[in-house]
């Protein structure tokens, strides 16, 4: 097995690279930093992002013909690893909902949301999980009915991350108010400044005492969003009526693998060596205990694993396979992997470390407390970490559904 980059992909890297030393300023990255936790994009970082997409960087994967690069998967990984690793910024064009539309849309619907997603005019939200159902998706109450050539939503959605900086929402509904569990689920693409559609804030515990930004899941709002009578074209239907299960779940797979989430943990590990390195308070002692050198190093064992199996997932869609169950097995490992590695630095450094921003004696304003509470949330959104492991059961070992 060889998992050297071609010449292209190198030459890639390097010339990122070199864009990055000459323009991701400290004062930049700061700025940087305050858009990634929610804060919508300032001047300044837009002023980077367009610097980024006018070298084609933004959608490196997708086709030419709606102004990507058509580079393939690989070449999107590297962007991705490059920025994240260098500003925590997610540039390449994964979690923007585009890959769906790419991989589900009429070619109007390319046309209509493609350059506008790779020009960040059109931003996506994810409309799935409701107040009673976020696991089980197949309990959709949303619904949307078909009345001439509209849609009359009502309905609600919660935890849709982004909404008050979104101008789209990807919304799975229901279309066939008869139908029951997968069937009769259907996705639309709907304006966020439609007349009944209401944003509600809804603060997570990252909100107070507010994360410091180099946090990992530092985001301090998701929110409700509410439907009451919102109408919209039947052009907005993604795919077919009724086939939003699969649509989705094509889409979801697509947002969940790229070089983000092996870097998040591959940098909080860092993060804690470094700390434990030259952390004033850590002792000489504590860097000697051998209980401590073997947990940091079977943690960084750890993340080269969350890598290899991001890149294997890579590697079968850039073959035109489907990562079924490859995806799902990422989403146990690395999010569980961060829950590893936020608890061990917590339990070597001691009760200090779990003091938050804010607190006199917080170690670094709270980080590696904040870090131990966003790596839980990790286990939870995009997926459960349960459901994913049934996932993994059911399309990877074959294992027969589990009897309710
Ligand atoms: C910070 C954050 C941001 C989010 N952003 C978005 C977003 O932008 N858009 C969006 O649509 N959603 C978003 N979500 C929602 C997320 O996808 C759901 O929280 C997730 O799907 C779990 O659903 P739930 O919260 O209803 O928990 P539940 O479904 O009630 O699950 C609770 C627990 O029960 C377990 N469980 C449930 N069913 C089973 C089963 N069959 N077998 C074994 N265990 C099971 C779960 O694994 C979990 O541990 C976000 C969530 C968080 C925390």
Not at 89 to 114: H, N, R, W, Y
Not at 154 to 179: C, E, W
Not at 259 to 280: C, F, P, Q, T, W
Not at 372 to 389: C, D, I
């Amino acid at each position: 097995m060889d998992f050297a980059f071609s010449a292209e992909e190198d030459e890639l890297r390097t010339s990122i690279q070199a864009f990055i030393k000459e323009h991701l300023s400290e004062e930049i990255k700061r700025d940087l930093q305050e858009t990634v936790v929610g804060q919508g994009y300032t001047p300044v970082s837009l002023k980077l992002l367009g610097m980024i997409r006018d070298r084609g960087w933004s959608a490196v994967s997708w086709p030419k013909k709606y102004g990507g690069q058509a580079r393939g998967r690989i070449a999107q990984f590297i962007v991705e690893e490059e920025f994240h690793r260098a500003a925590g910024l997610g540039v390449g064009g994964g979690g923007t909902g585009a890959p769906a539309i790419l991989a589900s849309g009429s070619e109007a619907q390319k046309d209509a949301f493609i350059p506008g997603s790779i020009k960040m005019e059109i931003v996506f939200c994810q409309g799935y999980s409701e107040p009673h159902c976020g696991t089980d998706l197949a309990g959709i109450r949303c619904r949307a009915t078909r009345t001439g050539d509209k849609y009359v939503i009502n309905g609600q959605k919660i935890y849709t991350t982004n909404a008050q900086n979104s101008t789209h929402i990807f919304l799975m509904v229901r279309t066939d108010p008869q139908s029951r569990r997968h069937a009769g689920l259907s996705v639309l693409l709907v304006p966020m400044n439609l007349p009944g559609i209401t944003v509600r804030p809804l603060w997570t515990i990252q909100h107070d005492p507010r994360a410091p930004s180099v946090t990992t899941y530092a985001e301090p709002r998701t929110n409700e969003v509410f439907f009451d009578n919102v109408e919209v074209s039947v052009d907005s239907l993604l795919g077919e009526e009724g086939d939003g299960w699969r649509v989705a779940q094509r889409g979801l797979n697509l947002d969940r693998v790229g070089a983000r989430r092996y870097l998040i943990s591959v940098m909080r590990d860092e993060d804690i060596v470094n700390h434990l390195k030259s952390g004033d308070e850590v002792t000489e002692e504590k860097r000697n205990d051998p209980r401590v050198r073997d947990k940091v190093a079977e943690l960084w064992i750890e993340a080269q694993v969350c890598r290899l199996m991001t890149m294997r997932s890579l590697s079968i869609e850039e073959n035109g396979g489907n990562f079924a169950y490859e995806g799902s097995a990422e989403k146990v490992f690395a999010p569980e992997h961060g829950v590893r590695s936020t608890e061990a630095i917590s339990q070597i450094l001691g009760p200090y470390a779990q003091l938050l921003n804010g607190s006199p004696l917080a170690i670094n304003e709270g980080v590696f407390a904040h870090n131990l509470l966003g790596a839980f949330q990790s286990t939870v959104n995009h997926g459960s970490v349960q459901v994913m492991r049934d996932q993994v059961a059911r399309k990877g070992l074959g294992m027969p559904r589990q009897k309710a």
